[in-house]
């Protein structure tokens, strides 16, 4: 899945740095925080859902946007539980993945306009 989603996100001209597991991912994000953060719910060592509310409660992490993505249906209450901006259910066209992306990263730059 990382490298389906690399593969799209790059072509966009995006620039993509990614994690084999939800530790390495906090630890990439709290050291060089990125734009936006995509999240499996079901990765090794540390699941999405630990990563999620960790770089929710870090300063550095706190404010950037989060994606999630996972295939289980009963994830009506994952948007508000972990406070995302947003919520892919896989399987996803990539159309959806960039509608997704654009719309958080532009929610973003316009809340960031709003609190200067």
Not at 8 to 15: D, M, R
Not at 16 to 41: K, M, R, W, Y
Request: hydrophobic share 45%; with cysteine; proline share 5%.
């Amino acid at each position: 899945m990382a490298a389906f989603v690399s593969n799209i996100l790059e072509a966009e001209g995006y620039a993509v740095q990614t994690a084999c597991n939800g530790q390495e991912a906090l630890g990439c994000a709290t050291v060089s925080p990125p734009d936006l953060i995509l999240l499996d719910l079901r990765m090794p060592v540390m699941n999405g859902w630990t990563c999620c509310h960790l770089l929710k409660q870090h300063e550095r992490t706190a404010e950037i946007p989060v994606i999630v993505m996972s295939g289980d249906p009963v994830q009506a209450a994952v948007r508000a539980e972990l406070e995302v901006e947003h919520f892919l259910r896989k399987p996803f066209e990539a159309g959806d993945l960039l509608t997704c992306v654009n719309q958080c990263l532009e929610w973003a730059r316009l809340r960031s306009n709003v609190e200067v």
